[in-house]
């Protein structure tokens, strides 16, 4: 339990940004991503922020998201 404590304060004393709700707009552009790619709800979710933010994703999920990097003007960074 204290690793996942000071993990929780590093995070917070970094310049990762918590995100705990859903913007109207991340809904919609996470919908539009959802019809054109059939994927999860969650990974749609993720694009759909990072789209409105204009940030970048990092992943390391080829399968499912190296098509869309092909597609769509949206910034990855590949873990592996």
């Known amino acids: ?6 993990f929780y304060e590093m995070v ?21 991503i959802k019809i054109n790619y059939r994927m999860s709800f969650a990974d749609s979710i993720a694009l759909g922020e990072t789209c409105v933010r204009e940030a970048l994703i990092l992943t390391s999920d080829h399968h499912e998201f190296d098509h869309i990097e092909q597609k769509e003007d949206i910034k990855f960074t590949w873990i592996r």
């Open 1 to 6: 339990m204290q690793q996942a404590d000071d």
């Open 12 to 32: 917070l004393k970094s310049s990762i940004h918590i995100i705990d709700g859903i913007s109207d707009a991340v809904f919609r552009e996470a919908r539009r």
